[in-house]
């Protein structure tokens, strides 16, 4: 490719509209335009890498069994409404109309579409285990896209789905899914960490995030520095309470004492001159519509989401005043355990607490030495807060750390959730007819372009590995009027492209700055630099991208030696 023709519009100023540095880089580089919030042409360059990627997925994909299908983006309303998930997804979904009326939607996912694919088609053990994956664009009407390629409301996904007879046989297809991520981001240059996660809108109960760790994460990765545990902040669990707590203290006395004005945790910790931790603090919660207390160390923070699990419950949401009034005798800022009639449920570090600061459900006082067991109970205790870096393991005597990630693919044992839904079942050897046992494999591709970058840049540009390199070679004569030197770089360039190596020929009429400047702004991983001074002793310069070391190879050897290099990657990576 020469670099006259290649359709590249490099920026020198940073877009005002980019944010992260992925973000920033592909559309300087020219790898990327935005059509409207969240949704982007690819060009060339773009694209190249994105099928380099693709490629990587396919190769492993298949060497765990994958078939792949394409599947319809425009997906009839029925097949939604019968898992329930038209209405459950919300306004994250692009719905349309057509001409007869007929609903339709974008496909955010494809779990419905295929269950019912392989409905009409599988029916005995012996079709079985199938394991049927796609790469297509996909459409969530996001809240707040941004980033760039990082969150989109159009990009590209690849997705797995495999039909098992049993749970057995599904813990395979999952950890053969599993293996075969960790080798994709691997060889895609941006090694990823599975985290334990949270099943979200797909369902199901066990599954596994794809982390790349990078500052420009949205999410916050916790592990631990002793033992294999890492999960996404959300999914993370505390310390199971230890069976016997022992207290050295002795119960004191329960009081009513005063306290004007003083409502939240920051206002008592402060009057009382007591630590948040001494603290008891209550929420109430309407689960269902029905009111529940939440009893939470003052220093930590309530988890939502454990808690609607916990409670196995449809709707939650913090009371009104109202209802606060109503249940707790009190406005809000004042509730307490102490004579509450309402479920109470305490996190499990809440459940050790002893002579503590709580609400006294009533406006202006607080209770000091509150006791459980003495002063009040509790229906169950769980673990219900939020984990934050510097807890402890719940595996090990270690201590979480916490880190940036952005998850680039996420696994799904999905259970029977679809195929009972939609009636997908087969006939087992025994003749009884049973539901497939499905598993789903995501992969966000162009999310998986940013992630990259965010690992892999520095303050002039993107640092490509080779793997997925628009192109892996690019040849600069420094001076574009001296003929000997552009003959010698053509004649590189075509002995290059002749040996199969991917190679851009930069033939502009530009000063050698602004060559060099775009070389590495685009990325190349490795560029032959054709210089009057290096020339005349018959050398050549190889630079590589990534740490700007430059060495002298004389002009014959070359194409040896880059073939060299490509074989051996690692001095690229
Ligand atoms: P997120 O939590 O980031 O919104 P998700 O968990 O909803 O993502 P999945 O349903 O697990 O996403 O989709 C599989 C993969 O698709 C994700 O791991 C991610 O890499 C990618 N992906 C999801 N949403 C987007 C998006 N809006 N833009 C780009 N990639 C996305
Ligand atoms: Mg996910």
Not at 472 to 489: G, M, W, Y
């Amino acid at each position: 490719m020469l670099m006259s023709e290649l359709y590249s519009p490099t920026l020198r100023e940073t877009p005002a509209e980019a944010e992260i540095a992925s973000h920033q880089l592909m559309l300087r580089a020219g790898l990327l335009r935005r059509s409207a919030a969240g949704i982007y042409s690819y060009l060339p360059l773009g694209l190249r890498v994105i099928r380099k990627i693709e490629k990587i997925i396919r190769e492993e994909m298949d060497a765990i069994g994958g078939q792949e299908v394409l599947l319809p983006i425009i997906q009839p309303a029925e097949l939604w409404h019968e898992t329930g998930r038209w209405s459950d997804y919300g306004e994250e979904m692009f719905r349309l109309t057509d001409r007869q009326k007929r609903k339709f939607c974008l496909g955010p996912t494809h779990e419905e579409i295929i269950t019912v694919l392989v409905r009409s088609e599988v029916r005995s053990y012996r079709q079985l285990p199938l394991r049927l994956y796609q790469i297509q664009n996909k459409y969530r009407d996001e809240i707040r896209p941004r980033f760039g390629l990082m969150r989109g409301r159009e990009f590209i996904m690849k997705d797995m789905y495999s039909f098992d007879r049993d749970e057995k046989d599904l813990d395979k297809s999952y950890w053969a899914a599993y293996r075969a991520y960790e080798r994709i981001f691997k060889r895609c240059g941006a090694p990823a960490r599975p985290v334990e996660a949270d099943s979200g809108a797909i369902g199901g109960d066990v599954t596994h995030e794809f982390m790349v760790l990078a500052d420009a994460g949205e999410d916050l990765v916790l592990y631990c520095s002793t033992c294999e545990y890492a999960a996404n902040a959300v999914q993370a669990e505390g310390r199971p309470r230890q069976a016997a707590v022992s207290h050295p203290a002795q119960m004191e006395e329960l009081r009513k004492i005063a306290t004007p004005g003083a409502s939240t945790i920051e206002e008592i910790t402060s009057l009382l001159e007591i630590k948040a931790e001494e603290c008891l603090k209550t929420l109430i919660y309407l689960a269902d519509g029905k009111p529940v207390g939440v009893l939470i160390r003052g220093d930590h923070s309530l988890n939502e989401l454990k808690l609607q699990k916990f409670l196995d419950c449809e709707a939650l949401e913090l009371a009104d005043d109202e209802t606060i009034l109503k249940t707790t005798g009190a406005p809000v800022g004042f509730a307490g355990p102490v004579g509450l009639t309402i479920p109470l449920y305490a996190d499990y570090d809440a459940a050790d607490l002893f002579n503590a600061v709580t609400g006294a459900n009533e406006a202006g006082y607080h209770l000091l030495n509150v006791n459980m067991g003495r002063d009040y109970n509790v229906a169950s205790f769980a673990d219900l807060r939020e984990i934050n870096p510097g807890d402890p393991c719940p595996r090990c005597d270690g201590f979480l750390k916490g880190a940036r990630g952005i998850e680039v693919g996420q696994v799904f044992k999905l259970g029977t959730k679809y195929s009972e839904a939609l009636g997908a079942t087969f006939l087992r050897e025994d003749g009884e007819e049973t539901p497939l046992v499905m598993g789903c494999y995501g992969i966000g591709v162009s999310r998986t372009v940013a992630a990259v970058i965010e690992q892999n840049h520095d303050q002039d540009g993107i640092i490509w590995p080779l793997s997925i390199a628009p192109y892996q070679v690019i040849v600069v004569p420094v001076n574009s009027r001296d003929p000997k030197q552009t003959e010698t770089a053509r004649l590189v360039y075509q002995e290059l492209q002749a040996a199969g190596i991917e190679v851009v020929l930069d033939d502009r009429q530009e000063r050698p700055g602004v060559k060099f400047k775009d070389a590495d702004l685009i990325g190349f991983p490795l560029r032959i630099t054709i210089g009057a001074k290096s020339l005349a002793q018959g050398n050549l310069e190889l630079t590589i991208r990534k740490d700007k070391k430059t060495i002298f190879v004389p002009k014959k050897e070359i194409v040896a030696h880059i073939k060299g290099i490509l074989k051996d990657r690692e001095i690229c990576e």
